[in-house]
C-alpha cells in the first residue's frame, strides 16, 4: 500500500514536470493542435494519480469511478495526440468510442476491472504504435522511439492480462505489477524525451527545407544548387560522364505581372515549375534561379539527349494555357543548353547556358539553343 503510494506520488510530480516541458512543443502551422491533446495528456494522468493515490487511502465508489474516467481520458489524449501529429487516417471518433465503453463496461465487470483497463490501454497503444510508424511525413527517431516506449509498456500489459488468463502465475503476475508500477514514471520521461526530439527533428527538417527551398514552386533554391551541382560535377568527372545544364525563361513574365496580377504571376510560376519537373530524372536537379529564371543540370546527359528533352519541355510549356477575368494567357519560355567542359566550374557552364538562352529570345522566344550555336 505504501509503495504503491510513494509511486503514485513520484508519477505525479514526474507528469507534472513533463507537462511543464511540453509547453515547449509546437506544431506547424495549419496543423491539428496536437500540442493540446498532449498536454491534456499528461494534466489528466496528475489528476488520475492523484486519485488513486485518494482511492489507496479510502477506496470508495465514487474515487474509482473518477479514476476510471481520468485514466480513460488520459490514453485518449494521448492517442488523439499521436494521431493528430501523424496526420493518421485512423478516426478520432473511433478512439473516442473506446474510451466510452470503457468507462461503461468497466462499471458491469467489477471483478474484472483491472483486466478492462489494461486491454482498453493495450488497444490504444497499438493504435499509436501503428500511427507513429506509418506516419504521413515520414516516422522520425523520435517517433520511433515512442512507438518502443509505447510497445514496452504494452508488453507488460499483455504479460499483466496473460496472468488472468493462467498462462502466467500468480507470482508472476505480482512482479509485473510492480514493474507496471515502477515504470510508469520511466514510461512518462522517455515518451516525453522522445516525443521533444521528435518536434525538435521536424524543426531542423524545417529549417533545412526554408533554406534550400524556393518556398513558392517548392524547387530548390539557388544557394542549394550551386552547392548541390558542385558535388555533382566532381562525380560526373570521376566517372567520366556527360552532364549539361539548362537555363530558361517565361516569355514576356513581367507583362503577365503588370496585365494580370502578382497572385496570377505565382500561379504561372509554379504551374511552369511543375512541367520542368515532369521531365527531369531523379538524379537531375532543379532549381529556381531567381525571379521567372529556372536552372537545371541533366546528369548522364550529352547535349543530343538534353536537346531532346528540353524541346519536350519546350512543347508542353506551349500548351499551358490560364484563364483569368481578363482573359486566357498562353505560355511560352525561351531555352538554352550547355555541355559541361569545365568539371571545376560551375558558374562558366551556367554563364555559357544563360548566353544561349538569350539568343533563344534574339532568335523569336520559344525555342531551345545550345551554347555551341551561339559561338557559330
Not at 514552386?217 to 545544364?245: Q, W
Amino acid at each position: 500500500m505504501g509503495s504503491q503510494f510513494e509511486i503514485a506520488l513520484s508519477v505525479i510530480i514526474v507528469s507534472i514536470v513533463m507537462f511543464i516541458a511540453s509547453l515547449l512543443f509546437k506544431d506547424k502551422e495549419g496543423d491539428k493542435p496536437a500540442r493540446i491533446a498532449f498536454r491534456s495528456f499528461y494534466f489528466f494522468t496528475v489528476i488520475f494519480f492523484v486519485v488513486m493515490s485518494a482511492n489507496i487511502q479510502s477506496s470508495t465508489l465514487l474515487l474509482d469511478f473518477f479514476s476510471d474516467v481520468f485514466f480513460a481520458l488520459s490514453g485518449l489524449c494521448l492517442t488523439i495526440g499521436i494521431l493528430w501529429r501523424c496526420q493518421s487516417k485512423i478516426p478520432i471518433s473511433l478512439v473516442c468510442s473506446f474510451a466510452v465503453i470503457y468507462v461503461i463496461s468497466d462499471k458491469f465487470v467489477i471483478e474484472s476491472s483491472v483486466q478492462v483497463a489494461y486491454l482498453y490501454n493495450v488497444i490504444l497503444s497499438l493504435v499509436c504504435v501503428y500511427a507513429l510508424l506509418n506516419r504521413t511525413q515520414g516516422s522520425n527517431v523520435g517517433d520511433k522511439g515512442m512507438a518502443l516506449v509505447i510497445a514496452l509498456n504494452t508488453l507488460l500489459l499483455i504479460a499483466n492480462l496473460a496472468s488472468f488468463t493462467g498462462i502466467i502465475n500468480h507470482e508472476f503476475s505480482t512482479q509485473f505489477m510492480v514493474t507496471l508500477f515502477i515504470f510508469a514514471p520511466a514510461y512518462l520521461a522517455g515518451l516525453t524525451i522522445f516525443l521533444f526530439s521528435s518536434y525538435m527533428l521536424d524543426a531542423h527538417k524545417a529549417l533545412e527545407i526554408e533554406a534550400t527551398t524556393d518556398p513558392l514552386t517548392e524547387l530548390y533554391n539557388r544557394r542549394f544548387f550551386l552547392s548541390e551541382s558542385k558535388r555533382m560535377l566532381k562525380a560526373a568527372e570521376r566517372h567520366k560522364e556527360p552532364l549539361c545544364v539548362m537555363m530558361c525563361d517565361i516569355d514576356y513574365f513581367k507583362q503577365v505581372n503588370d496585365n494580370y496580377g502578382h497572385k496570377v504571376g505565382d500561379k504561372v510560376l509554379k504551374a511552369f515549375a511543375h512541367v520542368l519537373s515532369d521531365y527531369l530524372r531523379g538524379g537531375d536537379i532543379l532549381a529556381r534561379y531567381g525571379g521567372e529564371e529556372f536552372v537545371a543540370i541533366l546528369t548522364q546527359t550529352d547535349k543530343v539527349k538534353a536537346l531532346t528533352v528540353v524541346e519536350r519541355m519546350r512543347e508542353q510549356v506551349e500548351k499551358l494555357s490560364f484563364e483569368t477575368n481578363k482573359g486566357t494567357i498562353n505560355l511560352t519560355a525561351s531555352f538554352g543548353i550547355c555541355e559541361v567542359q569545365d568539371y571545376h566550374d560551375i558558374e562558366m557552364s551556367i554563364n555559357h547556358a544563360d548566353n544561349a538562352m538569350y539568343d533563344a529570345k534574339s532568335a523569336g522566344r520559344n525555342v531551345v539553343k545550345h551554347y555551341e550555336s551561339v559561338l557559330a
